[in-house]
């Protein structure tokens, strides 16, 4: 993962959507319920509807890439087959308000404490 005070940028190389199907079954879709095994690290999943409140989003899962923009967009979201996909998902977003050096120095270090003893880099 990576932050900036302009915005971030964050990977996986997990299975990502298996589908278009899946896409727009599961993520235009909030309070899906959570079965157990479905998140490795804790107890819930990416929270993308807390991100969508605070950035401009780009999502990119194998064959497919969603854009999202709440404040132009509302609930709504761009969904684009991929010339070339990638497994896993990717996504970039741009905030809508720049972090000054303070937020983004608290972000970097909560995120830094929280996977603390995983194998995740955040710069």
Known sequence: MTMTKEGFHCADDGRGFASRNDVLRYFGRFGTPHQEGDATYGRFRLGRGQIMAHAKTRWASNDWQMTV????????????????????CSIE???????NDLELMSAVQEIRDLVRYTRISVE
């Open 93 to 99: 977003g741009t905030w809508y308000e720049p972090l």
């Open 69 to 88: 923009d709440t404040r132009s967009m509302g609930y709504n979201y761009e969904l684009d087959d991929l010339e070339h996909g990638a497994p896993g």
